[in-house]
């Protein structure tokens, strides 16, 4: 299964759990509080799609490079309210060598955000070591990040939004009146803070609710509000 479905797959799964606990973190405080706390953003993963009739997705790009654009400026303007410094991932002119150990990092981080959500907040499959303890890593290759960029954390985000399509509506119109419940759109991801000295996972929230809207900018900064709470100071 591609990893975003499955990704999507697992928050669903949280979503119908109703799981009540709030962000994970390690940290109450960042190394250097405030505004000489560097934080670099890793490139975003977001897809937007829309539900057909049959409830199959069907990636939209333009809603995708829209809400894109959308999230990283929120992000922005989130961690400035914030009083942080946030520098934007540029690996363009790292060697050859290093790009993909970064591009390794983000898909590394993918598949632990994914772990985390099925073995921690999903309620189905935890795992009997880790039951008292938060501590996933993406291992300390994370330093080469802070050679390259001089700060302190990573930030990464993974954002999948959904939306009905005019059949889906109607289709969820008529079932209804037979009594049964059709899923509609769903908005499903996850943040996660790493120290970069160490790899470790920090901190990490997830989003997992059905409604929520990346191809606006409002809506969007929204999300991001949420997504970002109880990032430590």
């Known amino acids: 299964m591609h990893f975003g479905r499955w990704v999507c797959v697992i928050g669903a799964a949280v979503l119908l759990a109703a ?6 973190r390690q940290i109450a405080a960042l190394k250097s509080p405030g505004p000489n706390a560097r934080i670099v953003l890793m490139p975003v993963d977001v897809e937007l799609s829309e539900l057909s009739a049959a409830g199959i997705q069907e990636p939209k790009a333009e809603w995708t490079e829209r809400a894109r654009g959308h999230v990283q400026t929120a992000l922005r303007g989130a961690m400035q309210s914030r009083g942080r410094q946030l520098v ?3 690996d363009s002119a790292l060697p050859a060598a290093e790009r993909e150990i ?5 898909k590394l981080h993918q598949a632990v955000g994914g772990s985390i959500l099925l073995h921690r907040l999903s309620g189905f499959a935890d795992l009997p070591t880790k039951k008292d303890k938060f501590d996933w890593s993406l291992g300390p290759e994370t330093r080469m990040l802070t050679k390259a960029t001089g700060a302190d954390y990573a930030l990464f985000v993974f954002l999948r939004d959904s939306y009905v399509s005019p059949g889906r509506v109607a289709v969820m119109a008529i079932l209804a009146v037979g009594g049964v419940a059709v899923p509609g759109g769903q908005q499903l991801g996850f943040a996660s803070l790493v120290d970069l000295e160490t790899g470790d996972v920090v901190w990490f ?11 606006d900018a409002t809506p969007a900064r929204e999300t991001i509000d949420v997504l970002l709470n109880g990032l430590p100071k």
Request: with cysteine; glycine share 12%.
């Open 102 to 106: 970064a591009h390794q990092i983000v």
């Open 88 to 90: 934007v991932f540029d």
């Open 19 to 24: 799981c009540a606990a709030g962000p994970t």
């Open 205 to 215: 929230n997830r989003l997992a609710r059905g409604h929520g809207d990346l191809r």
